[in-house]
C-alpha cells in the first residue's frame, strides 16, 4: 500500500520510521527503484567525496559555474536548517512543493506489486532529488556524497568527474578501522577513463591503487597540480592550464586553498564540456558562501560558527581560531555525535577555549551535555577554564553571551544540529549586555 502526504514534514517523518536501520550501506535496493523510475541526467555530474571539505569543494563549483552561465543543481547533505537546503537549483533552495511530488513519485516506484522496497531516509530522499533534477532543464549537475562513497547513494548516477577532497578518521565504524579502508570507500565514486580529482595532499594508497585499477584519470595535488600563493593573491598551475592573481576563496580559512585547487582542476579537467573562462573563476571564488563553515558573524562580541564534527575538522578550526587575532575570552557552545572521537576533538581546541558551554541537541544520536562536560573534566587540565551544560544550543548561546565581555568571541561548533540551531532564525547578531543597544 502507498502512502501520500501534503506536506514535506509528513513525508520526512515516515521516511525516518521506514527501514529498520538509519544506515544501510547497500546499492541493490536504491538501484532498483532508481530503474524503476528510469532516472536518467542528461548533462554533466561531478560527484563529491572525502571526510571535509565536500560541503566547500561543492559550493565553489556552483559558484563558478553560475557565474560562467550554466544552469546547476547541486546536491548536498547533512542542511542546517531547512531540508530544502539539500537541492540548489540554480543557486536557489528547492521549493517544498516539488520535493513532496517527487516523494510521491518514489513511494509509487517503492511499492510496485508484491514488491515493497525498503529504503533509508537518505535512500528515499536520495531519490526524490535525483528526481526533480532530472525534470529541470540543466547543465551540471553536482553531487555530495552523504556518507563514505561506494556504497552511498548518490553513487547511482554515473560521473563524468569525481573529486576526493580529504581522507580523515570518521565514520569508522562504517567505513573501516585507518584511512586506507577509507580511502578505499571514498575511491567508490571513481570510473573508468574519466577524471578524478584528489586534493588531499597525502592520499591514503588505497585512493591511488583504486585509479590505477579502474583505469581512472587521476589528477593528484602536487603532482598535476599545483597552488603558489603570499598574502594578497594565489595561482593555480595543472595540466595545460594556468590562472594567475585570484584573489583568496570568500570562505574563510587555510583549508579553503585546498578546496578551491581541487575544484579548478575539475574544472581544467572538464573544459571541453563545462568551458569556464578565468572571469567566471575569480568571480565564483569571490562570490560564494556557505553558512556554518568558519562563518564569522560581525558583532560584539564575534561569533564564529562552524559546523566542524571529527578530529580533523577540528584541527582546521583550531588553526583558523588561532589566526584571527586576539580576543581577551573565546567560549564555546559545543554539542556533537555520540560516535565521533570526543576525546580527539576536545584534546585539540581546549588550549584555546576559556569557557566552555555543553549542550544537549535534538536527535538521539547526540551524546548528552552532561557526559560532554565529564569527558572534558577527564582530559582538562588549565586551571582557569569553566564549563556549564545546557539544554539546547540556544540557551548554550544566551549563556555564553551573558558572561562575555564585548571583545570577546563565542565560537559554536561540533555538529550540523548545533550549529543549525544558532542559525534557525536566521544569523544572530549579538550584542553584550553592557554595550549601549541602538
Known amino acids: 500500500m502507498t502512502h501520500t502526504f501534503q506536506t514535506l514534514n509528513d513525508w520526512l517523518a515516515y521516511c525516518e520510521q521506514l527501514h529498520p536501520v538509519a544506515i544501510d550501506l547497500t546499492l541493490e535496493r536504491v538501484r532498483t527503484v532508481s530503474q524503476r523510475m528510469a532516472i536518467t541526467l542528461k548533462c554533466p555530474v561531478i560527484t563529491v567525496a ?27 547533505s547533512p542542511h542546517l536548517v531547512h531540508f530544502e537546503e539539500r537541492l540548489r537549483l540554480n543557486g536557489t533552495p528547492v521549493d517544498a512543493a516539488s520535493l513532496i511530488a517527487a516523494f510521491a513519485d518514489v513511494e509509487r516506484a517503492r511499492c510496485q506489486k508484491d514488491d515493497v522496497i525498503s529504503l533509508t531516509y537518505f535512500e ?16 551540471v549537475v553536482i553531487l555530495e556524497v552523504g556518507l563514505g562513497g561506494r556504497l552511498d547513494a548518490v553513487n547511482i548516477i554515473e560521473p563524468d568527474c569525481a573529486i576526493i577532497t580529504s581522507v580523515d578518521l570518521d565514520h569508522m565504524a562504517l567505513l573501516g578501522p585507518d584511512r586506507e579502508a577509507i580511502g578505499y570507500e571514498k575511491a567508490g565514486i571513481m570510473r573508468t577513463g574519466k577524471p578524478v580529482i584528489v586534493s588531499d595532499p597525502m592520499p591514503p594508497q588505497s585512493v591511488l591503487d583504486r585509479a590505477l585499477e579502474v583505469g581512472a584519470d587521476l589528477w593528484r595535488v602536487g603532482v598535476d597540480f599545483n597552488v603558489s600563493g603570499d598574502k594578497q593573491q594565489w595561482g593555480w598551475a595543472g595540466r595545460g592550464r594556468r590562472y594567475a592573481g585570484l584573489a583568496y576563496p570568500s570562505l574563510r580559512g587555510a583549508n579553503q586553498l585546498v578546496n578551491a585547487a581541487g575544484v579548478l582542476a575539475a574544472l581544467t579537467a572538464l573544459r571541453e564540456q563545462l568551458p569556464v573562462t578565468a572571469q567566471a573563476v575569480r568571480s565564483g571564488l569571490l562570490s560564494v558562501e556557505l553558512p556554518g563553515r568558519f562563518q564569522i558573524v560581525p558583532g560584539q562580541p564575534t561569533l564564529v560558527l562552524d559546523v566542524a ?6 584541527a582546521a578550526l583550531t588553526a583558523n581560531l588561532d589566526a584571527m587575532g586576539f580576543f581577551p575570552t573565546t567560549h564555546a557552545v559545543f554539542g556533537a555525535m555520540a560516535d565521533k572521537d570526543l576525546q580527539a576533538m576536545l584534546t585539540r581546541i581546549n588550549p584555546i577555549i576559556d569557557k566552555w558551554y555543553f549542550t544537549d541537541l535534538s536527535t538521539p544520536r547526540a551524546v548528552s551535555g552532561a557526559d560532554l562536560l565529564q569527558r572534558w573534566q577527564a582530559l582538562n587540565t588549565r586551571k582557569d577554564a569553566t564549563a556549564t551544560v545546557h539544554a539546547d544550543p540556544e540557551s548554550a548561546l544566551q549563556a555564553a553571551l551573558v558572561g562575555a565581555d564585548p571583545a570577546d568571541r563565542i565560537v559554536v561548533f561540533g555538529s550540523f544540529y548545533t550549529v543549525g540551531s544558532v542559525l534557525k532564525d536566521g544569523s544572530p547578531r549579538l550584542s553584550a549586555k553592557h554595550l549601549p543597544t541602538s
Open 309 to 314: 564534527h571529527n578530529p580533523h575538522a577540528v
Open 124 to 139: 528515499f530522499s536520495t531519490l526524490a532529488i535525483l528526481d526533480v533534477m532530472r525534470h529541470q532543464p540543466l547543465d
Open 50 to 76: 572525502g571526510t571535509n571539505g565536500k560541503g566547500s569543494t561543492c559550493a565553489m563549483l556552483e559558484a563558478i559555474l553560475l557565474q560562467a552561465g550554466y544552469r546547476t543543481a547541486v546536491y548536498t
